[in-house]
């Protein structure tokens, strides 16, 4: 019995030096701050069952369709996830070093989600990251399934490709000007006397 009330005491001693230490403001939330291993450990766990406990989206039937690829790859680019993720011959920004957890290299992470996690990831974002919610701020179901499909072949896309599938489309050709219409003769010009028949 002493033994539990021991065990008891501890755990209440616990709780309350647990809250004098985050609430007391002696826990740092600054960015260049590196997290306690505990408490990145149990970040690092929420996060991962949250994604996997959500993730049920069904991919579209068209999913590996290689013009989707080439749609995600624009969609990336468009919605400057290569600002923070870098992309095929490109750096990420440099302010993106500053974001802590710093964002992570795709060609890692990708192959170990299945594409309706990273679906739900770039939909909804992930709280108490630098990862935004793409889903409200315009970005339509159809482009992120574009988007994920794109990050699947990220591993093997070329720098070219990259490049080819994101540049901007050409400009339009300007409309050919219309015709000009015949000028008619000025009003007090005199008339052209008739043939006469010789």
Known sequence: ????????????????????????????????????????WALVQVRTASIVRHARDPQPADFDDPANVQKGAHE??????????????????????????DPPDLKDVVPERTPAQLFWVIKNGINMTGMPSFGPIGATDE????IVAFLKKLPNVSEADYKAWTKPPAPPA??????????????????TPPAQNQ
């Open 174 to 191: 300007p409309p050919a000007p219309p015709a000009a219409a015949p000028t008619p003769p000025p009003a007090d010009a005199p008339a």
């Open 76 to 101: 990336f680019d468009e919605h400057g996830c290569a600002n923070c993720h870098g992309a095929p011959g490109g750096n990420w920004q440099k302010f993106s070093e500053g974001i802590h957890p």
């Open 1 to 40: 019995m002493r033994l539990l009330a021991a065990i008891g005491v501890l755990a209440i001693i616990g709780v309350f030096g647990a809250a004098l230490y985050f609430f007391g403001g002696f826990y740092s939330v600054a960015g260049t701050q590196e997290d306690p291993a505990i408490v990145h």
């Open 143 to 146: 482009d992120i399934w574009q």
